[in-house]
Structure formats: structure tokens, C-alpha cells
């Protein structure tokens, strides 16, 4: 009919009226179905919501380091270096006139003495300087008798109780007599003697900052090599006895005993230090490397200096058999070497020609070796069986006081007693304990110094391991032990300030040992692995196939709704144009 | 790595995809990031030397490999000979040769065909043992990341005043050595674990031998001062073995060890025979290689170290003055001795100083192409490739690259 007809004749007869024109390539009647793009976007959306999750496990585990506290930590240490307070206290007696020296002056004394940069466990600039004089109780004290019974009456005047702070005090008393000076096993020192004020200033400003501060020696720095301190703060003492050779005469002595007397002191005195544990064998057949010979003189073997680093014949002499060490302990081998029949008495000849008074000698973080010649050899039995000795407690006592002597020498003190100075020779007296309080003083400084070092230097080191290499699996133990390292530290640093040397030392000696066991853990290992290539390698061969086709069908979907959409928009308008 | 990358571009088809490739080199850097280089102040200069330490590894198993465990044992008994106890050796042999099945002489290793010298005789301490002998094992050793359960005789317990010998022997390659026959361990691992060390203040100085092919390479990447390295050989060349034995069948020593012993069978622990002696009694024409050392990160002079300073032991001694006696007055001597070793300054000798790792391009052969323009545009590619420094980033601008090349193949 001409009117159904019409519109599509009108249409298709009409090409001049674009309008009725229905272009199948670019238009469309019917507006696009959803169909098609929901599917394709929902498929989309389930692989993007899937890939968090993905991401996720394959995550590698890092527990967070907190590298700027470290940062902080070693840029503080290096900045400044960490200074302790010091309390100074001069007393003068028996000037009769008013001294005219103050404490002004002994702070100027002290100054000039003290080096310019300070060096880390040196006093602080703040330290208190005071001068009494005449004090009724210190004049009751007796000089002229013996040099230990002073110590213990001014001990007992001028020490404070264990909570106070630290006063380090200087005694002067004017007599007719020759200047003496001695160092006393506590905190105080005195001088006594034909003394004007100036010279007593400056001596007493010299055992102030030489001994007190430093040690005993001229510069207060301890060198590494006399730092025995093992990594996880302990230090094993083995005691070995050894016979070179048996068949002369088996040696054998009574630890145990030795042990409780003379041994368990010191290491109590030590305890802020370091943790000390004590072992003792006997060896038989370890005869010495190196050669003496007779010499006439002495009549008895010699050994000279030089031969020193070859006497430990390391092949024969198995020391370090210690179970109870762990990995990071530190030992300390102490050897008391009885020589053979042969060899006997075999004595140390030094390079001045003397034989030395304790034949003994010490290797910096190794330990110390005594050569001990027993009384006599005696004639060689004919029996098969050899002659047991035990070596007498006298005899025994005195080979411990020169192990005593090196157990100072390898923490950096000397093992005589006496201090030389600018000023004049200073007697240091000797404590049962091994250590004078001022010497553990000046240990505790030296060791919280180098311990918190150390640390720093090793949480610098991990920090650096860690973030060189992103894709390394840290695990939570290592950030836990880094944290509470670095919050003993902070504890070290916060008592070094307050002048409480032991804990300081404990508490450094702590953040040194958990720095460590982080640094040292064993799943750090650096070998490169799960690398990024390993990863990608793994998991495009699944997922990058498929995710492209998901990608573009989601497109492809995409563009052709817009397309039918367009092709149906201008089919709509070409409808409204025509209406 | 960049060694593949030019087989790999010469063995390829004509494609304009990987023009696409070349195209695509962007900014981005998927590999770990080079290790920092910050190194902490070295004060190995103000510590005293306080001992020797030796790390021998023998890295490789089967019995036609006997040569490189006669190596590790001569070695081994050298160091001991000169003074160095085994508390403080770590001897790692990856196989047993002379308990073997196929050997001759049972219990018996040697390392000459007079066989005049039992290696295994007496006193032989194995640390790590067969399989034990691990890359991973050997840098814990190094690193000192052991398990709390390893015991002390496994451990390398050195210190700041420590002088550490490392040496190895087995197969090896350019930047590698072979491991059991099957692992490698690479240069860089080395370098890393020794940065690692030198931090931790581990070793105060560390000399590293090694006897294997293309030796030199091994010690290429490192970087922490205090080290001297010494191979023997070069890249790109081989290391020979000395001797056939016929009656044990196989061959039992190799020739750079070989001639390192018979340096120092003439020494004996008071000697004073200096490193650059010891390096330049090589002669590259009986090894059959070029004895090669890098020294550009060790302070001291060759002619002043005396290799007891490595293969020996030295004890710094001081003598004790005096006992502590508690309450008795005694005083002493003033007589404070620091012992050290002779040190006696050789002759002046010529170093040679060769270079090694430079990739020589040789344009000669590019001429002749130089007509066709596809050619040129090749060569120019392969020179560009050789050229480029990290080689690890290109191969993830590739793998990166892939992804459209995809998008491109799924649209087509």
C-alpha cells in the first residue's frame, strides 16, 4: 500500500533526503544491548579485584627496620663523642697559712692536662671541681703508717655509700717528710710530703686526669686488640696445664681451690664488663715449638723474646676444646707450662740481658702463657710408671698472681704498680679483686664506649644489607632484635649521662650483643635470590595470556557499544529530523 | 650476561620487532639495585696484627678431579708446617679422595708422582666435608651467619687484627666456580660477601688465591679495601694441570700450586721471603697461563709483607712485667717488649701489570657490510649492545616490551 509503502519507498527512492535513509553500517534501530559489555567488564572486574590478592602472596615478608632511628643513632655517636660526668675533690692538710689556691685553679690544672678533642669515655667539660681544706676527719687519719691501712681509713672517711655519685679525691698533706704519692684501691689518692701548694695542684691535677680518667696510661683510648669482650658479651677463661713431657713427672694441681680464692673475685669485680666463665684442663705430651739452650750464666735453659711468637705449638697444644662457648664468646687461654727434665729450668731471658721475674707473656685477644720450672725434677724413676706431683698451693698462688697480671695486660692495664708521671712516680696499690675500683671505672667508661660503637656500626651495617636488597625476606625476630638494641642503647647512653658506669656498661654490652645476633641472623643471606625476573618468570606463562584476551574483549566490547550506540544515535536523529 | 645477549642478537632472524625492542629502552630498572659503595673509614691501618686464619676450599667431586683435593691438602699442610693451627684453618673438601674406591693407595693423597709426600698422612682436620661443601655453606663460613647449633671448629673466628688466606680450586669460569658440579658461585656473591666482612671488621687484610680457569675473573667485582688477589690465570685462558701420575691414573696436582708449593718448600716459619717474591717466581710460560693479582685495593708494598704474614702464624707478644700480688710491695722491671717478625725489604722487582676484562671490539669486519644498509644498521646495534653497561636492565626493558608485543599479536 502506498502509505506503508511509502515511508520505506520514500526512503530508499530518495536518496537526496538523507534523512529516511536507513544506513545499516551506521545506524541501528534498536538502542545495544548490555549484555555482551556486562559480561566481558564483570569478567574484567573479577581478575582486578583477584589481583590484590595475588600481589598479596606473593609479597615478599620484610618486618619494618626502623632505619632512620639507626641513621639517628650512628650520626649521634659520631657527632659527639660520649662523655661521662667526673666529681673531682682536692682536700689539702697541714698548709698553715690559707691556701691560696681554689678550685678555680684546679679546674685551669685539670684543663691544660686534658686533651683538646675529647676522646669517647673521657669527662664531660662539665665536671665538678672542689678544694677543702683542713677537714677535721681526714686529719685523724694516721699517714705514717702502712700505705693499705690510709687506704682503708680514708676509705672509710671519704667513700659515700654505693648510690652516691662517684667523687674521685685527691689528698695532700704537707709533712716533713720525701713527696710520696699513692693511688689508693677506691676512689682516692693521696700525696704526702715537703709539698708547696703549687707543685700539689699540679700533681694532684696530673693523677686526676692521667690515672683516674685514663687509666694509668697516656692516652685514655684502650685499643681493640685489648677489648677480649666476645660478641654475645661473655668471655671464657681456660686454664690449661700442660706437661711437656709427662714421663719426667705428671703435674697436676688443684683448680677448684685456686678457683674460689683467688679467681671468683675478679670475676665478680668484672661482672658490668663482661659475663665470665672459667674452665681448667691438663694436657701431657705438649712440648713447646721453639728451641733454648744452656746458658752457663744462669745455668738453666734460655728462651729470648724473640723466639716469644713461635712458643705456642699450636699443632700439639689443643686448647680450644671449650663445648661451652658459643659461636661468638671470646676465650682467653691461660697455659702454665711445665717444661721437660731436659729442658730444665728454662727461663725467659728479656733483651736487656735480665731473666725475666715472672717467665711469663701475654698475645693481645689470645691469652698468656707462664713457664713454670718445678723445684726439681728429680731423678728419673726407673719404674714404668711416672711420679705424680700436685703442685703446692704457695707455688700455685704465685703462678695465679702473674696470670692475674695478664689478665690486666689483656684488658689494657698494666701489671705492675707503678704510675710514672711528669710530675713524680705514683705507687698504685693492688686490690685482692684483681681491679681497683678506679681501674673498673675506667674499664666500664672504655667498654660502653666501644660496645655502643660497635653497635652503631653494626645496625649501620644491617640497615645498609637490608635496603641494598629489596626482595630479601627479614624476618620478625631480626626487627624485634633491633628495636630492643636500640632501646638498651638509648638506656646506655641515658646512664653514661647520669655517671652510673656499671649499668651503662651492662646496658652497652647488651645493645652490642642484640646488634649482633641481628646482624648475624642466619636467615640473612645475601645470596640473590627471588628476584623480580624469578617472579615474573613464574607467573606470566598463567596470567599474561589470559589477562590480555580479558583486557581486550573488555575493550573490544567497549568500543563496539559505543559504536552501536553512535550508529543508533544518529538513527535517532535522523528520526527526529525527519519527524 | 652480555655474552649471551650477542649470540643471542646473532643468531636472530630478521625481524622488525626487535627494532620495536631497541626502541623501547626506557628508564625503568627492574634488577636489585647495585650494592652501595659506602664504605666505613678503614682503621685497619691503626689495629694490630693479632693472627692467621686459612679458608681452603676444594669445590670439586669425582675421582678425575683428584688434582684440585692433592691442591687444597698441600696446601693445608703448607699452612701448617708454617704455623697455622687448625683451630684456625677451615679445610672444605668436597670429595674424599683417599678413601675412595678407585684409589691405589688407600688413605694415601699425593702430590707428585715420586709420591715422596702422603698429604693425608697425619693430622688432617676436614671441616666441611662432601656435601657439605656448599655455596651457601662456604659464604655463611665467610659471613659468619652460622646456626647457632654449628660448632666453634666450623666457624671462621677472626677479628679486626685477623690476616685471612682464601683459596680455591676447582672449575671455574668466566665469574664463576663451579660448586659440586652443580652450583656456581658468582663473582659478585664473593665480592658482596667480602664487603659484608669488611664491614663487620672481620679481617684486617684477606688474600685470595685462586686456581682455577679463567681465575681472574673471580675477583673482578671486588671492592673492599685490604684485599689482595692473586689467580691463576686470566679471562679467556685456561689453567693447566702440572702432571699425569700413571700409576694413581690421574693427574695429581695443578701447575699454579704446584709452583707455589716449590716456593715454599724452601721456607720454613722464621723465613722472611716477601709476597711479591712469592708472586713473581710465576712464570707464565711453565704455567702454561698468566699468573694475574690485582693489588689496586691493598695500601702496603708487596716487597715489605712477608708471606708469614699469610701463610704463617704470627703471635704478637708482650712480655708480663710483673704478678699482681694484692697486698704485698713488690715493683718490677720497666721492660715492655712488642715482638714482631723481620721484616727485611727484597730487591725492587718489575710487577707486571697486565689489564684483563676490557671486550675488544674489532670493527675490521664490519667494512666488508658496510654496503648494505641493513648491515650497518645490525653492527650498529651490536655495537651499541656491547656497549651498554648493564646488561641485567636490558634484558627487563624486555621482558617488559613483551607485553605489547602481545597486545599487538592478539589484536592482528
Known amino acids: 500500500m502506498a502509505e506503508v509503502s511509502e515511508p520505506a519507498i520514500a526512503e530508499t527512492s530518495r536518496p537526496e533526503e538523507p534523512v529516511s535513509e536507513f544506513d545499516p553500517k551506521s545506524m541501528r534501530k534498536t538502542k545495544p544491548g548490555l549484555k555482551r559489555l556486562i559480561l566481558t567488564l564483570s569478567v574484567l572486574l573479577s581478575f582486578l579485584l583477584g589481583f590484590p590478592f595475588l600481589w598479596k602472596s606473593v609479597e615478599i615478608y620484610r618486618a619494618p627496620l626502623p632505619f632512620r632511628e639507626i641513621d639517628h643513632f650512628s650520626a649521634q655517636l659520631d657527632s659527639a663523642p660520649l662523655l661521662f660526668p667526673c666529681h673531682f675533690q682536692a682536700i689539702l692538710i697541714g698548709f698553715n697559712s690559707k691556701p691560696s689556691i681554689s678550685s678555680d685553679d684546679l679546674q685551669f690544672a685539670i684543663s691544660d692536662l686534658t686533651s683538646q678533642t675529647p676522646q669517647c669515655g673521657a669527662c664531660s667539660a662539665s665536671y665538678t671541681v672542689s678544694v677543702s681544706v683542713d677537714s677535721d676527719a681526714i686529719c685523724a687519719v694516721d699517714f705514717d703508717s702502712d700505705d693499705e691501712a690510709v687506704d682503708e681509713l680514708l676509705e672509710s672517711t671519704l667513700g659515700g655509700p654505693a648510690g652516691e655519685r662517684k667523687v674521685y679525691s685527691v689528698v695532700v698533706v704537707n709533712r716533713d717528710e720525701d713527696v710520696r704519692a699513692v693511688v689508693g684501691k677506691y676512689r682516692h689518692a693521696w700525696i704526702s710530703g715537703r709539698v708547696s701548694e703549687a707543685a700539689a695542684l699540679s700533681r694532684a691535677a696530673e693523677i686526676f686526669v692521667k690515672v683516674f680518667v685514663n687509666g694509668g696510661k697516656e692516652e685514655g683510648l684502650i685499643h681493640g686488640e685489648f677489648m677480649p669482650v666476645g660478641a654475645d658479651g661473655r668471655i671464657v677463661l681456660s686454664f690449661n696445664l700442660l706437661n711437656a713431657n709427662p714421663n719426667d713427672g705428671v703435674y697436676d694441681w688443684e683448680f677448684q681451690k685456686i678457683e674460689e680464692t683467688v679467681l671468683a673475685p675478679v670475676i665478680e669485680a668484672l661482672r658490668p664488663v663482661a659475663n665470665i666463665s672459667v674452665e681448667s684442663q691438663v694436657l701431657y705430651h705438649t712440648p713447646k715449638f721453639s728451641f733454648s739452650y744452656w746458658d752457663h750464666k744462669w745455668s738453666s735453659y734460655i728462651f729470648n723474646t724473640k723466639d716469644l711468637p713461635f712458643f705456642v705449638n699450636s699443632n700439639e697444644w689443643h686448647l680450644d676444646t671449650s663445648v661451652a662457648a658459643g659461636g661468638r664468646s671470646k676465650i682467653l687461654h691461660f697455659v702454665v707450662y711445665v717444661p721437660s727434665a731436659d729442658e730444665w729450668p728454662l727461663l725467659l731471658q728479656l733483651p736487656n740481658g735480665e731473666v725475666s721475674k715472672t717467665n711469663g707473656f701475654i698475645s693481645p685477644m689470645w691469652g698468656g702463657v707462664i713457664v713454670w720450672n718445678p723445684e726439681d725434677p728429680g731423678d728419673t724413676p726407673d719404674s714404668k710408671q711416672p711420679v705424680r706431683h700436685k703442685i703446692s698451693y704457695q707455688d700455685l698462688q704465685k703462678v695465679f698472681e702473674v696470670s692475674m697480671g695478664q689478665l690486666r695486660q689483656l684488658f689494657g692495664l698494666k701489671s705492675d704498680n707503678l704510675f710514672v708521671g711528669s710530675s713524680g712516680t705514683s705507687r698504685l696499690l693492688a686490690s685482692d679483686r684483681g681491679f681497683t675500683l678506679w681501674e673498673l671505672d675506667v674499664l666500664s667508661r672504655q667498654h660502653t664506649c666501644f660496645n655502643l660503637h660497635s653497635c652503631a656500626t653494626t645496625l649501620g651495617s644491617l640497615s645498609r644489607l637490608v635496603q641494598s636488597l629489596p626482595r630479601m625476606i627479614i624476618m620478625d625476630e631480626i626487627g624485634k632484635q633491633v628495636h630492643y638494641s636500640l632501646e638498651v642503647a638509648k638506656l646506655a647512653q641515658v646512664n653514661a649521662s647520669l655517671g652510673v658506669y656499671d649499668a651503662s656498661a651492662v646496658a652497652s654490652r647488651q645493645a652490642r650483643s642484640l646488634a649482633e645476633d641481628a646482624f648475624y641472623h642466619p636467615s640473612i643471606m645475601s645470596v640473590s635470590y627471588y628476584s623480580f625476573e624469578h617472579c615474573f618468570a613464574v607467573y606470566s606463562p598463567f596470567f599474561l595470556p589470559v589477562s590480555m584476551h580479558v583486557l581486550l574483549a573488555a575493550l573490544r566490547e567497549w568500543r563496539r557499544h559505543k559504536q552501536e550506540n553512535k550508529k543508533y544515535l544518529a538513527w535517532k536523529t535522523k528520526i527526529n529530523k525527519a519527524s | ?412
Open chain 2, 1 to 412: 650476561m652480555l655474552f649471551k645477549i650477542r649470540t643471542l642478537f646473532d643468531s636472530m632472524a630478521v625481524t622488525p620487532l626487535y627494532l620495536y625492542l631497541f626502541l623501547f629502552l626506557g628508564p625503568s630498572n627492574f634488577s636489585n639495585s647495585p650494592f652501595a659503595h659506602g664504605f666505613p673509614s678503614s682503621s685497619s691501618d691503626t689495629t694490630m696484627h693479632t693472627n692467621n686464619w686459612a679458608v681452603l676450599v676444594c669445590t670439586s667431586r669425582f675421582w678425575f678431579n683428584y688434582r684440585h683435593m692433592a691442591n687444597t691438602l698441600s696446601l693445608y699442610r703448607t699452612v701448617k708446617r708454617l704455623g697455622i693451627p687448625d683451630e684456625r684453618i677451615i679445610l672444605m673438601l668436597a670429595d674424599d679422595m683417599a678413601c675412595n674406591a678407585r684409589n691405589k693407595y688407600p688413605a694415601q693423597v699425593f702430590n707428585n708422582e715420586n709420591h715422596k709426600l702422603n698429604l693425608y698422612g697425619d693430622n688432617v682436620e676436614v671441616d666441611y666435608r662432601g656435601y657439605e661443601v656448599t655455596v651457601e655453606n662456604f659464604l655463611r663460613v665467610l659471613t659468619g651467619r652460622h646456626e647457632t647449633a654449628v660448632p666453634r671448629s666450623k666457624r671462621l673466628l677472626s677479628d679486626e687484627g685477623s690476616h685471612i688466606l682464601l683459596y680455591m680450586t676447582g672449575h671455574g669460569g668466566d665469574e664463576f666456580l663451579k660448586f659440586q658440579d652443580s652450583e656456581e658461585l658468582q663473582s659478585h656473591d664473593l665480592a658482596d660477601a667480602v664487603k659484608q666482612m669488611k664491614e663487620k671488621r672481620r679481617f684486617k687484610e684477606l688474600l685470595i688465591m685462586v686456581d682455577t680457569c679463567q681465575a681472574a675473573t673471580l675477583f673482578s667485582q671486588l671492592q673492599s679495601p685490604g684485599v689482595l688477589a692473586i689467580g691463576s690465570s686470566m679471562k679467556g685462558e685456561n689453567s693447566y694441570s702440572h702432571h699425569l701420575d700413571s700409576d694413581v691414573g690421574v693427574s695429581v696436582v695443578d701447575r699454579f700450586t704446584f709452583y707455589t708449593l716449590a716456593f715454599f718448600e724452601r721456607l720454613n716459619m722464621y723465613d722472611n721471603a716477601s709476597l711479591s717474591s712469592l708472586f713473581n717466581s710465576y712464570n707464565p710460560s711453565t704455567l702454561m697461563s698468566t699468573a694475574y693479582y690485582r693489588t689496586d685495593l691493598y695500601q702496603r708494598r708487596l716487597e715489605e709483607v712477608p708471606v708469614t704474614n699469610f701463610f704463617g702464624s704470627v703471635m704478637e707478644t708482650i712480655h708480663t712485667d710483673a704478678a699482681y700480688r694484692a697486698p704485698s710491695r713488690k715493683t718490677s722491671g720497666r721492660a715492655d717488649i712488642k715482638t714482631s717478625p723481620d721484616k727485611m725489604v727484597t730487591d725492587d722487582q718489575i710487577k707486571t701489570t697486565t689489564n684483563s676484562n676490557v671486550l675488544d671490539q674489532s670493527s675490521d669486519q664490519k667494512q666488508a657490510d658496510q654496503a648494505c644498509p641493513f648491515a650497518r644498521l645490525m653492527s650498529s646495534f651490536k655495537n651499541k649492545v656491547q656497549t651498554v653497561e648493564e646488561a641485567d636492565s636490558l634484558v627487563n626493558y624486555g621482558l617488559v616490551t613483551m607485553i605489547p608485543l602481545l597486545l599487538l599479536s592478539t589484536l592482528l
